[in-house]
């Protein structure tokens, strides 16, 4: 007999990347009671790891529950960024409906569609939260009319079009139902969702059916299984079997060792979950996304939508420059291996491949800033290692045509550089789709473009408009390849010989274009020092000492005066690289080489290269 679980609420809240999904969090677990009323607590206290808190994003979905009333409300908090989509995508599969943030000002965004559409396609339930009212270009109004158009392209059902609207300052702290009143908690929030989202419904008399969203790793347990209770019920040293809805042949007798149900930012050990729980399951090492646990009576697995394929990879391979060993801790294939395989656990979107060589692997993602986060990750846990430059996935239609994947670009630039964007964008191969103006002196334009022309494209971006411009981007399948593209404008700045960067040798080198690096640094030979400013290649010698001699010009020994060098983020970096060049990644230093150091046989494959 199928039931509905009214004391309980199961909701993600989905946005565009940095419509404040985390801050709205915050709000609803501190109104709820789940701190001390004199607890300190950080901002975004969801955002739990180092990246996500310095960058200001969400990587990962977060579990947490709150209580409201007789209710446990569930609460996802998911990635808003293009990139973790796939983190969206599964998560949406264990809640009834979603509150779907959108800012005030800047309204729906390319991620705003992506995450709503998904939504849509699972049926649920919409609220939508009309964020940072408080800021003085608030246009809530026509934000709203945006929503419902969107609604209306994505062809949502009637009831989904009749979602009902909060108008919120998360930053603040309130929510209210019109954008004319200032609300002074977040209640009505709270109300709405218990009205509007659908009770969990269930069989409990039926066997045991758990569907795996997401997977936790925890260096003392292992792997932690996340779901939702669709039918039966789930106790502690049950007896189970795993199976898969994409894997007809998988099944594992598994026996259930520990059980949590999430209660504020803890997991608290539970002996049975219910219908519409969301629990939390360790002790089975075998366990992955989109597996469904069974009662062993009747194992029937859940339909599981297959995860976006990646569209960007590179090659992560043991760093063999001539400072390779001095700084990092892991440095071995067998090191970068296990860490690389490690991370599979908890990355469903992520792909990485063993190659011919055992030095190298290929790893496969969904964007520049996807793989840029798994770097940062591994050199801060003291691993070195070289990457290769980022280059799309190719795929082949049954005519043998070269199909590449192609990215929506939404930009939002001040008038005067409009001109120039479209311009930089036209190069490289993107077609203009849209273009509007906005009250406060920007404008927007909408982009269709093949994914390996956003590749370096943030920097110069950046540069050009200032560093005013707003650039999100969300993948729009694949289409017919494009030509061939350069990727870059100027050549590089290559050391040519080993030893300590001297002040006298970087003075000469400086003349030639833009330096990476500073006196005192040590360098090798193939190692690139800087930027030309033309669009070759250039060898310099930045440890070139000045000649000493008995005559003495007045005037000429006075102090050599450098340019402070441009020191590349991780970002920049990759951007930078070109094909014939690797990315030297320790936890110290990242250095830019080329892939043959030495200038003889690098001039000898450019030749033949050419031919």
Not at 93 to 117: H, R, S, W, Y
Not at 302 to 331: C, H, R, W
């Amino acid at each position: 007999m199928i039931i509905e679980r009214e004391d309980v609420r199961n909701i993600a809240i989905i946005a565009h990347v940095d419509h404040g999904k985390t801050t709205l969090v915050d709000e609803l677990l501190k109104q709820s009671g789940v701190f001390r009323e004199n607890q300190e607590v950080a901002e975004r206290v969801m955002d739990s790891n180092d990246i996500e808190r310095e960058r200001g994003i969400t990587i990962l979905s977060k579990n947490t529950a709150v209580t409201y009333g007789n209710t446990k409300i569930n609460i996802i908090d998911t990635p808003g960024h293009a990139d973790f989509g796939g983190e969206v995508e599964r998560v949406l599969k264990m809640v009834n409906g979603v509150i779907l943030v959108v800012d005030a000002f800047e309204g729906a965004m390319p991620q705003t569609k992506f995450v709503l559409k998904k939504a849509l396609e699972l049926d649920l339930s919409v609220i939508v939260c009309v964020n940072k009212i408080d800021r003085p270009e608030a246009r809530p109004k026509e934000v709203e009319e945006e929503v419902l158009e969107l609604l209306l392209e994505l062809d949502a059902s009637d009831e989904q079009l009749d979602c009902p609207f909060i108008y919120a300052s998360a930053r603040d702290g309130y929510a209210s139902y019109s954008p004319d009143e200032k609300g002074t908690d977040m209640k009505p929030l709270f109300d709405t969702i218990i009205k509007h989202i659908p009770a969990p419904k269930g069989d409990p008399d039926a066997g045991t059916q758990v569907l795996i969203s997401t997977i936790d790793y925890n260096e003392y347990v292992g792997r932690i299984g996340v779901g939702k209770v669709d039918n039966g019920g789930l106790k502690l040293n049950q007896e189970a079997v795993i199976v898969n809805h994409h894997d007809p042949d998988k099944k594992v007798k598994v026996k259930i060792g520990k059980l949590y149900e999430f209660d504020g930012l803890n997991k608290v050990e539970v002996n049975e979950a219910k219908i519409g729980s969301i629990v939390a399951i360790s002790g089975i090492s075998d366990i992955h996304i989109g597996d469904t646990i069974c009662s062993p009576e009747n194992p029937v697995a859940i339909p599981f939508q297959k995860i976006s394929e990646p569209t960007i990879a590179m090659y992560f391979m043991v760093n063999d420059s001539p400072l390779a060993g001095k700084e990092g801790k892991y440095v071995t294939s067998r090191h970068l291996r296990d860490r690389l395989f490690r991370e599979l656990n908890t990355d469903v979107s992520l792909r990485v491949e063993e190659t011919d060589t055992t030095e190298s692997f290929k790893v496969s993602g969904r964007g520049e800033l996807h793989l840029s986060v798994l770097i940062e990750n591994m050199r801060r846990e003291g691993y070195e290692f070289a990457v290769s430059k980022a280059e799309v996935i190719y795929k082949y239609d049954e005519r043998n045509k070269k199909l590449e994947p192609f990215e929506i670009a939404v930009i939002d630039v001040p008038d005067e550089f409009a001109g120039t964007v479209i311009n930089m964008l036209n190069q490289r191969k993107g077609e203009l789709q849209g273009m509007a103006p906005s009250t406060n002196g920007t404008t927007r334009l909408e982009f269709s473009i093949p994914s390996r022309g956003l590749i370096g494209f943030r920097g110069d971006f950046l540069t050009a408009t200032k560093g005013n411009g707003i650039i999100n981007t969300i993948f729009d399948g694949y289409d017919n390849y494009k030509g061939d593209m350069q990727y870059r404008q100027q050549g590089s700045l290559i050391a040519y010989e080993a030893g300590e960067a001297i002040t006298y040798g970087l003075f000469n080198a400086q003349e030639r274009g833009t330096l990476f690096i500073g006196p005192g640094e040590q360098v090798y030979g193939g190692m690139v020092v800087g930027a030309n400013g033309r669009a070759e290649d250039i060898e310099v010698n930045v440890c070139k000492k000045k000649q000493l001699t008995n005559t003495r010009a007045s005037g000429s020994d006075d102090a050599l005066k450098l340019t402070p060098p441009k020191i590349l983020s991780l970002e920049q970096a990759l951007d930078f690289i070109d094909t014939d060049e690797l990315l030297e990644i320790t936890p110290k230093s990242i250095r830019i080489r080329k892939k043959i150091l030495d200038p003889t046989l690098r001039m000898r494959a450019k030749r033949n290269a050419a031919q």
